[in-house]
């Protein structure tokens, strides 16, 4: 398998625009999480699922994000719109229950 | 509420010498697992070591070790004979039994080695 794929790996957009971050999960793995890093406040979980279903979504910090996962091989991660304070990289990873969790390679989001 | 703890923010070494980095943990479940991330210069997130709440024994891998203390609620982890390439970011992360997928992670340590 080639791991969680997480894409872009790098965006850049201007403040307002809506953007879209992707990630393709292990086959197999029944959760997908979606962190958030940041040198203030480190890796927070925003949300994460178990077959397709979103379970806890307290980290998620604004309306403005939203995430998805229609299938079990994708989610998406929304923020509409963005603000220069959103800048972070976000990980996307999965786990099969009881393992440990793999990440993806995450993507640095610049707002500008 | 869970909480994981990892004071040192940077330690610098010069190759050779043996480190070790902390992590203490707070939980009231009885049932948990804590694990140690490494993350190099190039930002991935790599697994090294998974370890439940029932196994309080020693391990190590290689030049790597990790000390799992119920008593003290540490679980820390040595480098031995440190090299360059050993430079990253090192992520202490629980979760408990309930929500064992939910990762708590900790601010991480920045770990230097110098040739």
């Known amino acids: 398998d080639a791991g969680v794929i997480q894409s872009p790996r790098h965006e850049v957009t201007e403040m307002g625009q809506e953007v879209t971050l992707r990630c393709k999960p292990i086959?197999?793995?029944?959760?997908l999480f979606w962190y958030r890093q940041t040198m203030m406040r480190g890796l927070e979980l925003l949300i994460y699922f178990n077959n397709n279903v979103p379970i806890d979504d307290s980290g998620m910090p604004e309306d403005r994000f939203s995430a998805k996962m229609p299938n079990a091989s994708f989610s998406t991660l929304k923020i509409q719109p963005s603000e220069p304070r959103d800048s972070a990289v976000y990980f996307c990873?999965?786990?099969?229950?009881?393992?440990?969790?793999?990440f993806g390679q995450g993507t640095r989001l610049t707002v500008v | 509420a869970q909480k994981v703890t990892q004071a040192q923010t940077e330690i610098s070494v010069v190759e050779k010498e043996d480190v070790t980095l902390d992590c203490v943990y707070e939980t009231r479940d009885t049932t948990y697992y804590l694990f140690w991330y490494k993350q190099p210069p190039s930002g991935e997130l790599v697994f090294l070591i998974r370890r439940n709440s029932f196994d309080e024994q020693n391990e190590i891998s290689g030049r790597y070790s990790w000390n799992f203390q119920k008593s003290t609620s540490s679980f820390n982890f040595t480098i031995t004979a440190s090299q360059v390439v050993d430079s990253a970011v090192y992520f202490c992360a629980l979760s408990e039994a309930k929500n064992t997928d939910k990762l708590i992670f900790g601010t991480g340590t920045r770990l230097q080695v110098f040739p």
């Open positions: 086959s197999g793995h029944d959760y």
């Open positions: 990873a999965s786990t099969g229950g009881y393992t440990e969790a793999f």
